[in-house]
């Protein structure tokens, strides 16, 4: 297991896998080759034609978000931000771009231990995500201000 291999307060961007032994690497390849599997099981639909995966959990959003958030929803009409503008991003790339890796890895982690993860639960994850900085959308006036803060969304 990872945990084996690297503590709570180890940064996983410098850990060296050339320094593991010849059990330990192989344990790590099998382990890696499972979870991209699982990975991939989950989210295949969003990279076939016409992109069904994708375009089914935008909608989940957006119905996700009128009902947890309905002033964020309405907002977001207003100014006629679409919520593919800015979540086919989040779909896409699984919230690698918007994360720092330490989170990007705990995350996974977590769609890793729960059922279809990568392919349910993590719309539930890009909704909260959203409505995290609902505050901040709200105080953007217009379609220009609310996708820029979108799209570099302090996360750091």
């Not at 977590?110 to 639960?121: D, I, V």
Request: hydrophobic share 40%.
């Amino acid at each position: 297991r990872s945990s084996d291999l690297l503590g709570p307060s180890d940064d996983i961007s410098k850990f060296e896998v050339s320094s593991l032994a010849k059990e330990s690497l192989a344990a790590v390849e099998a382990d890696s080759y499972w979870c991209l599997t699982h990975l991939l099981d989950g989210i295949q639909d969003n990279y076939t034609f016409a992109q069904p995966g994708i375009q089914t959990k935008v909608n989940g959003m957006r119905e996700v978000v009128n009902r947890v958030d309905a002033s964020l929803h309405r907002h977001l009409l207003e100014n006629s931000v679409e919520y593919l503008q800015f979540s086919f991003r989040w779909f896409n790339n699984l919230l690698m771009r918007e994360l720092p890796l330490r989170c990007v890895v705990r995350l996974w982690d977590t769609y890793h231990a729960e059922l279809n993860g990568f392919g349910n639960f993590h719309l539930y994850v890009c909704s909260a995500f959203l409505v995290h900085f609902s505050k901040s959308i709200l105080q953007e006036k217009d379609f220009q201000g609310i996708m820029l803060l979108l799209q570099s969304l302090p996360t750091s």
